[in-house]
T-cell receptor, first 114, second 109 residues
Framework: NAGVTQTPKFRVLKTGQSMTLLCAQDMNHEYMYWYRQDPGMGLRLIHYSVGEGTTAKGEVPDGYNVSRLKKQNFLLGLESAAPSQTSVYFCASSLSGDSYNEQFFGPGTRLTVL | GQNIDQPTEMTATEGAIVQINCTYQ??????LFWYQQHAGEAPTFLSYNVLDGLEEKGRFSSFLSRSKGYSYLLLKELQMKDSASYLC??????????WGAGTKLIIKP
């Protein structure tokens, strides 16, 4: 099993450009999450999904959109990139969303917006 | 607001013992996780506590006191490969994970 995979691993964008980050999991997990991680700060939740066809906003959703058309995939879109979106983006998945919701993480995407 | 506090950085010697503390103030509590994150890599699960007390798993142990809003991760017989950041995270009343900023642990020979 590959677990959680993310593409691309690295990307450099210019301000105003758009892009989509792809996350895939092969563990049949219901819940999927997109986080950003910045130096000196904890992981911050951008958007999450509790099942195929559902999405919900997290702590820092502005400037991002998501879609979960298939259970195994969770896409994160940046419509008009800004330098403040320079960060490391992690996708994660969990079997459920109850108290023991151990999350499995992908390897991350390092995004730089110039 | 919700808050999780951990020391920013700690240094310890190979073969020694180190304790990493985590205090939290969250809207509700449904469990506490510790994750390990090596530089440039993804976080990986270490431990989970939902009841008060100590959970032991090999060289790593995690303790929880819900009344004090406090947890610690204890690492014994430190090895160089234990150099990493250790993230404390709490599941709140909405079953959302609230993450601390992490503690960078530096192991010296």
């Amino acid at each position: 099993n590959a677990g959680v995979t993310q593409t691309p691993k690295f990307r450099v964008l210019k301000t105003g450009q758009s892009m989509t980050l792809l996350c895939a999991q092969d563990m049949n997990h219901e819940y999927m999450y997109w986080y950003r991680q910045d130096p000196g700060m904890g992981l911050r939740l951008i958007h999450y999904s509790v099942g195929e066809g559902t999405t919900a906003k997290g702590e820092v959703p502005d400037g991002y959109n998501v879609s979960r058309l298939k259970k195994q995939n969770f896409l994160l879109g940046l419509e008009s990139a800004a330098p403040s979106q320079t960060s490391v983006y992690f996708c994660a998945s969990s079997l459920s969303g109850d108290s023991y919701n151990e999350q499995f993480f992908g390897p991350g995407t390092r995004l730089t917006v110039l | 607001g919700q808050n999780i506090d951990q020391p920013t950085e700690m240094t310890a010697t190979e073969g020694a013992i180190v304790q990493i503390n985590c205090t939290y103030q969250t809207s509700g509590f449904n469990g506490l996780f510790w994750y390990q994150q090596h530089a440039g890599e993804a976080p990986t699960f270490l431990s989970y506590n939902v009841l008060d007390g100590l959970e032991e798993k090999g060289r790593f142990s995690s303790f929880l006191s819900r009344s004090k809003g406090y947890s610690y991760l204890l690492l014994k017989e430190l090895q160089m490969k234990d150099s990493a950041s250790y993230l404390c995270a709490v599941t709140d009343s909405n079953y959302q994970l609230i993450w601390g900023a992490g503690t960078k642990l530096i192991i010296k020979p």
